[in-house]
């Protein structure tokens, strides 16, 4: 029986959005009554994050990709489109990697190939809750992950994730040559200014990958406003890949 929490809407090809670390599928409320006019959308939250138990003493990749493959099953999808944001991505590009039968289509949005000291530094202050503080989403932190233990639980979740991306242990780290087995039409989506997804990086992976697009968010860092003022641009972008004949 899968263990994530999750939400379905609409009917059509099944598409599964996956969330960013500390986030939850909440992540995705702007985009899922767009990509439901033309998909069967499917939102799970990661395990220790949001309605989602924690059932490992520490997160991982993998876990969070084989719970993924788990609800799959549970929900009797074979295969599916993927579209992961930041940690979700890093999920969605080792379920491709590792059970490739299993994805017909990937989108990779704010991640890299791996996690190395630089790409972290951004990883780690964002485990800091003093930034969500800052930016005065630690409100909303504590709403979606008072599942998770209670009103302070968001601190832990969001340390969950710096742990799983450390580069010394993460399983976040392959490397570039393993990205030419990637047979699915891909799409990367990245700011131009992103620290933790560095755009070097990107192109590097967008060399890679045979069948690859590449949308590049102009002044953008980490935080695109795809959730805001770019939200039906990038519903509209990432519909008009996923239905494309060739």
């Known amino acids: 029986m899968a263990i994530l929490h999750y939400t379905e ?29 033309n998909f069967r959308v ?20 993998a876990d969070m990709g084989r719970a993924v493959l788990d609800l799959m099953d549970e929900l009797e999808l074979p295969v599916a489109h993927l579209v992961g944001s930041s940690l979700g991505g890093a999920v969605a590009l080792w379920l491709t990697l590792y059970h490739p039968h299993r994805v017909s289509k990937l989108v990779l949005y704010r991640i890299g190939y791996r996690k190395d000291v630089e790409t972290h530094a951004g990883t780690r202050d964002m485990a800091d809750p003093a930034y969500w503080r800052g930016v005065g989403m630690h409100k909303w932190l504590s709403d979606i992950h ?15 994730v710096s742990e799983a991306l450390e580069p010394a242990t993460t399983d976040h780290s392959h490397d570039l040559e393993v990205l030419d087995r990637i047979t699915q039409p891909t799409l990367l989506v990245v700011g131009d200014r992103d620290p933790v997804a560095p755009l070097d990086q990107i192109l590097e992976m967008f060399g890679a990958i045979p069948q690859c697009g ?3 968010m102009p002044y953008a860092t980490h935080v695109t406003a795809t ?9 509209l972008e990432v519909t008009r890949f996923l239905q494309r004949q060739k």
């Open 9 to 37: 809407s609409g009917q059509g090809e099944p598409l599964i959005l996956l969330h960013s670390g500390g986030m939850s599928g909440a992540e995705w409320t702007p985009q899922i009554p767009l990509f439901a006019r």
């Open 42 to 61: 499917v939102v799970p939250d990661h395990p220790g994050h949001g309605r989602s138990p924690m059932v490992a003493e520490r997160l991982t990749v």
């Open 146 to 160: 008072r599942p998770q233990g209670g009103p302070d639980a968001w601190e832990e979740v969001i340390g969950r």
């Open 214 to 216: 590449l949308w590049v």
């Open 227 to 235: 959730g805001t003022w770019r939200a039906k641009s990038f519903a």
